[in-house]
């Protein structure tokens, strides 16, 4: 095992610690997964993300066979889906964080963009946000939805389910799915109330000098 694969695990055991102890994860909720040169880390099915071990972590190839570690996640699809559509992901982050899952769940959010242009941050680490339907957990279904869109979206939100989030490293991945969840306490709580959003004029300033993932 080398020792950028070493340290990857370090950081998915790391990295999903914090965000179980600040409450983004709870029980055996939630999974991640990072590249490495020869397949991808998942974290184990049924595991909780507060006490990885990172020897453990389920290693696959790009193909989806199973090489080593424990069972990884049964939303290895969802992953996988990803890695396949945009070459340019390193990591993905599946949550049930309170709030975006929240607003997955809202029969009122617009499909094409659930998590509107609230904050600059939420432009510059998440980008356009999509509903897709409802899948049952594990089935190779969401895989499928995840394809049909193209590489178009780094993050979407999985229908009465939670969000899912890419980055170009698991640091970067992580750090947009905490900062899609607190834009979504943030619509939340702005919820009734008017509220001014971000203009197209200013996303396309924050992508222009800034650019998008």
Same mark, same amino acid.
């Given at each position: 095992m080398s020792d950028s694969e070493n340290r990857i695990r370090e950081d998915i055991a790391r990295l999903s610690k914090s965000l179980f102890d600040r409450g983004f994860s709870v029980g055996s909720a939630g999974n991640l997964s990072a590249a490495v040169e020869d397949?991808?880390?998942?974290? #184990? %099915?049924?595991?909780?993300?507060? =006490?990885?071990? /990172? *020897?453990?972590? &389920?290693?696959? &190839?790009?193909?989806?066979?199973?090489?080593?570690?424990?069972?990884? &996640?049964?939303?290895? =699809?969802?992953? +996988? !889906? =990803?890695?396949? %559509?945009? #070459?340019?992901?390193? *990591?993905?982050?599946?949550?049930? &964080?309170?709030? !975006?899952? !929240?607003? +997955?769940?809202?029969?009122?959010?617009? /499909?094409?963009?659930?998590? #509107? #242009?609230? %904050? /600059?941050?939420? $432009?510059?680490? $998440?980008?356009?946000?999509k509903l897709v339907d409802y899948v049952r957990p594990g089935d190779e279904k969401g895989g499928d939805l995840i394809r049909a869109l193209g590489g178009k979206? *780094? !993050? $979407?939100?999985l229908a009465n389910h939670g969000p899912v989030v890419t980055g170009k490293d698991i640091c970067s991945a992580v750090y947009a799915a905490e900062e899609l969840e607190e834009t979504a306490k943030l619509l939340v709580a702005l919820r009734g109330l008017p509220t001014r959003i971000l203009t197209a004029e200013n996303v396309a300033e924050l992508k222009a000098v800034f650019g998008s993932y």
């Open positions: 397949g991808i880390l998942m974290t #184990p %099915t049924n595991s909780c993300l507060g =006490f990885l071990d /990172p *020897a453990r972590i &389920s290693k696959i &190839s790009r193909d989806g066979r199973h090489l080593s570690g424990d069972k990884p &996640s049964k939303e290895i =699809f969802l992953h +996988s !889906a =990803f890695y396949e %559509t945009r #070459p340019e992901v390193g *990591a993905v982050v599946h949550l049930h &964080s309170t709030y !975006a899952t !929240a607003l +997955s769940c809202l029969s009122d959010v617009d /499909p094409e963009d659930c998590i #509107p #242009p609230l %904050t /600059p941050y939420v $432009v510059m680490r $998440v980008g356009r946000v979206h *780094a !993050a $979407v939100l």
